[in-house]
């Protein structure tokens, strides 16, 4: 009864490096989506994903990079960290497009940029 | 203008009161509408999805006013355990299902 599971759970960077995020999840979801939690600010939209191979930006996609080569899994890439990417970052998945459906969260990435 | 407004709180409550949290939100087009769970540090997890006709699940009832804009949840004998922060979420369909989420309401109920 995984759902959706992000890898790793925490993760301390230098400024300047590279890391992926990886968001699996095991309920055959269509629609998989990358947040991002800062204080005081609601969950934030990265980048989401229509489905297999597609993949499109959201609210604050700049920096990041994500791809969806299998439909179960949804990578979110920081190519060259920056301090302000310091952040919770939450993956999440849902069945349709219908705005009805709720979404599943996985239970985040929390990253730190020195 | 935030697209979905809550008060932050905190909101201090006894065990076994009545507490309401209300929530705005600007988009007309807004579809659907949910409250979310989200305690210290973990995933927000959803809570109660709200209906024109409002709605309730045991102790929590949830009410929607399209013309005012305005949803609201009402949490009747509070538990230690309803101690979180509470999302308010509205979804607008645009090709795909994005989810505006508001800051939240911190809750915290006290023996």
């Known amino acids: 009864n995984a759902g959706v599971t992000q890898t790793p759970k925490f993760r301390v960077l230098k400024t300047g490096q590279s890391m992926t995020l990886l968001c699996a999840q095991d309920?055959?979801?269509?629609?998989m989506y990358w947040y991002r939690q800062d204080p005081g600010m609601g969950l934030r939209l990265i980048h989401y994903s229509v489905g297999e191979g597609t993949t499109a930006k959201g609210e604050v996609p700049d920096g990041y990079n994500v791809s969806r080569l299998k439909k179960q899994n949804f990578l979110l890439g920081l190519e060259s960290a920056a301090p302000s990417q310091t952040s919770v970052y939450f993956c999440?998945?849902?069945?349709?497009?219908?705005?009805?459906?709720?979404?599943?969260f996985g239970d985040g990435t929390r990253l730190s940029i020195l | 203008r935030k697209e979905v407004e809550q008060d932050p709180g905190p909101f201090n409550v006894p065990e076994g009161a009545t507490v309401a949290f209300n929530c705005t939100y600007s988009n007309s087009a807004s579809q659907s509408f949910f409250w979310y769970r989200q305690d210290c540090r973990k995933e927000p997890k959803l809570l109660m999805s709200v209906y024109s006709s409002g709605n309730e699940d045991g102790r929590f009832t949830a009410q929607l006013n399209r013309a005012s804009q305005y949803i609201s949840l009402l949490i009747r004998d509070s538990k230690l355990s309803d101690s979180a922060t509470y999302l308010c979420v509205v979804s607008l369909n645009t090709g795909f299902q994005k989810l505006v989420f508001g800051t939240g309401t911190r809750l915290l109920v006290s023996p």
């Open positions: 999440a998945s849902t069945s349709a497009s219908h705005s009805n459906q709720p979404q599943h």
């Open positions: 309920m055959n979801h269509e629609y």
